[in-house]
């Protein structure tokens, strides 16, 4: 029992060290800060401004959706790809008329480094309501971001959605 609990103090204690665990850097010299956009990470971040055009798309798993993407400055990005407790939550909801039509799931996502240094993901967003009644219409996105750091950041931007 002894035994166990020593392995278990020095565990932790290399965790905390950095030692077999990953190292998070939260040594910023920016206000931590996030735009919405549009794009994947296959097209890239894409700035949009309020009242622009996206596109609803037929997803995979049969629900209409737009594809918005956060960028992140002054924030810990996680690992491009992975689904971590270190990576950034990410939550986009979605309103027509003050009235919650959509979200993406709230989960940790490692960002993608883009070019220029910003970090960007595209995050694919379901609508539950009907197709017709948010096409044409404008959209409402609100999306917050938080970090292993403590860090949080939101943005809204709205959007007209077409087919």
């Not at 596109?55 to 629900?63: D, E, K, M, R, S």
Request: charged content about 15%.
């Amino acid at each position: 029992m002894k035994t166990t609990t020593n392995i278990a103090l020095w565990s932790l204690a290399l965790v905390a060290l950095g030692c077999g665990g990953e190292a998070v850097d939260c040594t910023f010299t920016e206000a931590a800060s996030v735009v919405l956009g549009g794009g994947t990470v296959q097209t890239g971040f894409l700035a949009l401004n309020d009242n622009d055009v996206m596109t609803v798309v037929l997803g995979p798993q049969g629900l209409y959706m737009v594809t918005p993407s956060v960028r992140v400055r002054g924030m810990y990005p996680g690992v491009a790809g992975r689904r971590d407790g270190n990576d950034p939550l990410i939550e986009i909801k979605a309103y027509l008329n003050d009235v919650e039509i959509g979200s993406s799931a709230r989960e940790h996502l490692g960002l993608t480094q883009t070019a220029n240094g910003d970090e960007g993901l595209g995050i694919f967003m379901p609508f539950t309501v009907v197709q017709a009644d948010y096409l044409n219409q404008s959209v409402l996105l609100r999306g917050t971001v938080s970090d292993a750091c403590g860090r949080s950041a939101n943005d809204e931007l709205t959007i007209v959605v077409v087919q």
